[in-house]
């Protein structure tokens, strides 16, 4: 793991594009985060109307929504709102993506994982760099994601031939021809403040496992490549 994390914005950059992820600590200090999960708490409270629960009742809470201009983008969530309008998130955008569009802002506060193709080793069928705040710790006993650094190579090619069959798992429907089982990757393991920042080609697979009783909480911003 310690390899994942950076500070500058030339190491942030570096690690993105050789690995497809990296971890900038601490992003957000403690006082600043308190008013975050402040807010975070407000939206699930005030737009509960909103909320996508897909698994059994109080399970599941998600808003899918696009946040940017319907929640987020609001007076009283100014904290939120601020963080993915920094000259740094655009910076290290632009480096990634060149010309990219905005998708989404969105949270979750997650009790159990959802039975989908994100359980599976994958890439995203379609591209996205993005950006995980980490509103509480989140490790393997509340649903951590798990990451195989590197590989990027291999992902474009298989991009190349089908980006649908993006399951690296063999007797998937969209299996690409390649076996990478889950052991392989490694737990995504960060403390409350830091900053997941995350190439969906890097080969990914969603958390498995939660304790009774616990939780992550992660406010998410998606980018994508503007193709005009």
Do not use: W
Not at 157 to 185: A, C, Q, S
Not at 199 to 215: L, R
Request: with cysteine; charged share 25%; proline share 3%.
């Amino acid at each position: 793991m310690e390899e994942l994390y950076a500070n500058t914005t030339t190491d942030i950059i570096e690690k993105i594009k050789s690995k497809g992820i990296c971890i900038v600590e601490n992003f957000v200090n403690k006082d600043k985060l308190k008013d975050i999960e402040t807010e975070f708490d407000s939206i699930l409270k005030n737009y509960k109307s909103s909320l996508d629960t897909n698994t059994e009742p109080n399970k599941c809470l998600r808003i899918f929504p696009n946040m940017f201009t319907k929640i987020v983008n609001q007076n009283n969530n100014t904290n939120i709102f601020s963080l993915f309008k920094s000259k740094f998130i655009k910076n290290i955008s632009n480096n990634i993506l060149g010309n990219y569009k905005y998708d989404n802002i969105f949270i979750h506060q997650d009790f159990t994982n959802l039975n989908t193709n994100n359980t599976y080793p994958h890439f995203d069928y379609d591209r996205k760099l993005k950006f995980y705040i980490c509103v509480n710790d989140m490790n393997i006993s509340n649903g951590c994601f798990k990451a195989f650094p590197g590989q990027l190579s291999l992902v474009n090619e298989k991009r190349k031939i089908n980006r649908r069959n993006n399951i690296f798992t063999p007797d998937h429907k969209f299996y690409n021809g390649t076996e990478i089982k889950i052991e392989e990757l490694i737990p995504i393991e960060c403390k409350g403040g830091d900053l997941i920042i995350f190439d969906t080609n890097c080969i990914h697979a969603g958390g498995d496992k939660f304790e009774n009783g616990k939780y992550r909480k992660v406010i998410r911003f998606h980018l994508s490549k503007n193709k005009i």
